[in-house]
């Protein structure tokens, strides 16, 4: 039996699984949240185990250490989101929708700015959670699918499929 396809038996759930390839000989629990939780566990009970890590949070060296961390950084545990979590802001436009240009190529609603709805925050909202993203790429993504799959419920004629891996300005206007 070579070493690709050895198995072991899980630590925690007692299920045979193939350990990575790339940590095969230390890899006693397998993938599932308990027994990674359980692998977790026991990684910290033998680093406490150790005699120099034993009284790593108790000594009055590390508790000086801790609460200057913590006098050092106020609130730290009330901090919002990181920035990528948080929306980005937009500007207040307003449309004029009477306002044409016989110059203006068509739009191809390849960016979200382009969507209909896109300034209603509720629509963008309700993208934002099923992508679980608030990036901008990956909304317009779920709302060209979104657009598409409401264009062919309706029987609307859809527009030519799309493609990211061509520049807009050399695909030819149908």
């Known amino acids: 039996m070579s070493a690709k396809n050895k198995q072991r038996k899980c630590r925690c759930c007692n299920v045979f699984f193939t350990p990575d390839c ?11 949240p308990d027994c990674r939780r359980a692998s977790k566990a026991a ?4 680093w406490l185990q150790k005699p120099a890590n034993r009284n790593y ?13 913590r006098k050092d950084n106020p609130g730290y545990w009330k901090r919002a989101k990181s920035r ?3 929306a980005q802001p937009t500007k207040d436009q307003p449309l004029n929708p009477e306002t044409t240009s016989c110059n203006a190529p068509e739009p191809d609603l390849r960016a979200l700015q382009d969507f209909v709805l896109v300034d209603h925050p509720a629509f963008v909202g309700l993208l934002s ?17 979104v657009l598409l799959q409401g264009r062919n419920i309706l ?20």
């Open 22 to 32: 790339h940590n095969p000989n230390r890899q006693f629990y397998c993938s599932a």
């Open 84 to 86: 990528s979590k948080q």
């Open 43 to 46: 990684s910290q009970r033998r």
């Open 57 to 69: 949070f108790r000594d009055a060296e590390n508790v000086q250490r801790v609460q200057q961390w």
């Open 129 to 145: 959670m099923v992508t679980g993203s608030t990036l901008q790429e990956d909304i317009a993504a779920i709302g060209r699918n």
């Open 155 to 174: 029987g609307l004629q859809n527009p030519e499929p799309f493609s990211s891996n061509h520049d807009p300005k050399t695909i030819a206007p149908t």
